[in-house]
C-alpha cells in the first residue's frame, strides 16, 4: 500500500547546515569572509587582486581560490604573502559547503581578519550553494550587458553587494544603468551597489571602505 | 550541472525519510521547485535514473510542481509574471516590484510502499 509522508525540507539543506557550520568555524576564529561569484570574465580575479593590494596594511587577508581557470591566481596570492588555498573543484559549476569545510583548515585562520572566496565563474549554479560566508558578494561587469538581472534573475537575489565593473567602457559599450538598476532593486531591493574599474582603480575605495567597515563592525 | 549534487540531495533527504518508516520502496518524489532556482528537470531526471539504481528509491516517479516567477507591484498591487527582459507591472508600467514567488527548491513528500 502506498502512503504519502510529508518532509517539506529545502533540498539543499544539507549543504546548508555545512555553512552554517563553516560560519561557526569563521566566527569562533573571528574571521570575516566573502564568496564573490560572477559570469567568467567579469573581472573576479583581478577586483581580489586590486582589493588585496587597497586593504594590504589595513586587514590581514587568506584567499580561497575555487575559479577552474585560475589556479595561477592562488599562486600569486601566495607570491604576495598572503596565505591562499587552491581548491579542485574537478570541474564542478560551483563551490559548495563542503569544500569550504576542507579548504579552511589549511588557512590559518587566527591570524586573518578576512577571507576571500573566489567562486567558479558561473552567473546560475553558485546560487543556490550556500557555502558559509558572512557577504556574498556579485561581480557584474558592463561589458556583460544590462539585461543579465533580467536574464539571469537568481543570481541577483541572495547577495549582499553589487560591484559593477569596468566602469572604464561605459563610453564604449552600450549599457542603460537605469534599466540595470531596476532589475537589481527588483530582485534585491536596496542592495549596496559598488561601480568600479579594477583596471583605472575608480570606485575600489569605495568598495574597499565598505569591507573594512563589514569586518571592523563584525 | 548543479543538478547533479540537486539531484543527490533529493535521493539523500528521501532515502534517509524512507528509512524513518521503514519503507520497502519509494515510488515517488513530490518536488516544488521555482524557476529563479534555475533547476532543470529534464537533469535532475537523467541523473536520478543513474543515481537512484541500486537503491530503494530506484524507478520512483519524480513528480515536478513548478512555481513560476511572480512579482508585486508596489505600486498598484497588481501580482505578475515579468517577462523576458523587464520587470515592469504590465498595468501600471511601474518598476516599483517586488518578487513574490519563485525562489522555491524544497522536497515536499514522498511516496512509499
Not at chain 1, 537589481?184 to 582603480?201: I, Q, R, Y
Not at chain 2, 519503507?23 to 524557476?35: M, P
Request: glycine residues 8%; proline residues 4%; charged residues 20%.
Amino acid at each position: 500500500m502506498t502512503q504519502r509522508i510529508a518532509i517539506v525540507e529545502n533540498i539543499l539543506s544539507a549543504n546548508d547546515e555545512m555553512a552554517q557550520k563553516n560560519l561557526s568555524v569563521l566566527d569562533a576564529a573571528g574571521v570575516y569572509a566573502i564568496n564573490i561569484m560572477a559570469s567568467p570574465g567579469a573581472g573576479k580575479t583581478s577586483v581580489i587582486l586590486k582589493t588585496l593590494e587597497a586593504l594590504h596594511g589595513r586587514l590581514r587577508m587568506g584567499v580561497i581560490e575555487g575559479d577552474l581557470a585560475t589556479s595561477i591566481d592562488a599562486e600569486k596570492a601566495a607570491a604576495a604573502g598572503l596565505p591562499a588555498v587552491q581548491i579542485n573543484t574537478g570541474g564542478e559549476c560551483h563551490l559548495d559547503a563542503v569544500m569550504i569545510a576542507r579548504a579552511l583548515p589549511s588557512l590559518p585562520l587566527a591570524d586573518l581578519d578576512l577571507v576571500l572566496v573566489e567562486n567558479v565563474g558561473n552567473l546560475v549554479c553558485p546560487a543556490n550553494f550556500k557555502i558559509g560566508v558572512h557577504s556574498n558578494i556579485l561581480i557584474a561587469s558592463i561589458p556583460e550587458g544590462d539585461d543579465k538581472p533580467y536574464k539571469y534573475p537568481g543570481m541577483y537575489r541572495g547577495v549582499q553587494a553589487l560591484i559593477v565593473n569596468k566602469i572604464d567602457l561605459l563610453p564604449y559599450v552600450p549599457f542603460d544603468m537605469e534599466y540595470f538598476r531596476g532589475g537589481v532593486e527588483a530582485l534585491n531591493p536596496g542592495l549596496v551597489t559598488f561601480p568600479v574599474s579594477a583596471k583605472t582603480g575608480e570606485g575600489m575605495g569605495e568598495w574597499a571602505d565598505w569591507l573594512v567597515g563589514k569586518v571592523k563592525s563584525k | 550541472m548543479h543538478e547533479l549534487a540537486v539531484t543527490q540531495s533529493i535521493l539523500d533527504i528521501a532515502l534517509k525519510n524512507a528509512e524513518k518508516v521503514s519503507a520497502k520502496r519509494i515510488t515517488g518524489i513530490n518536488l516544488v521547485i521555482g524557476r529563479l532556482a534555475s533547476v532543470v528537470d529534464d537533469s535532475i531526471q537523467f541523473y536520478w535514473d543513474i543515481l537512484s539504481d541500486g537503491t530503494i528509491a530506484k524507478g520512483a516517479q519524480l513528480n515536478f510542481t513548478r512555481m513560476r516567477t511572480e512579482m508585486c507591484c508596489l505600486d498598484c498591487g497588481n501580482i505578475f509574471t515579468p517577462g523576458e527582459d523587464t520587470f515592469a507591472c504590465p498595468v501600471c508600467e511601474g518598476n516599483r516590484v517586488r518578487v513574490s514567488q519563485g525562489d522555491e527548491l524544497r522536497i515536499e513528500s514522498i511516496d512509499v510502499e
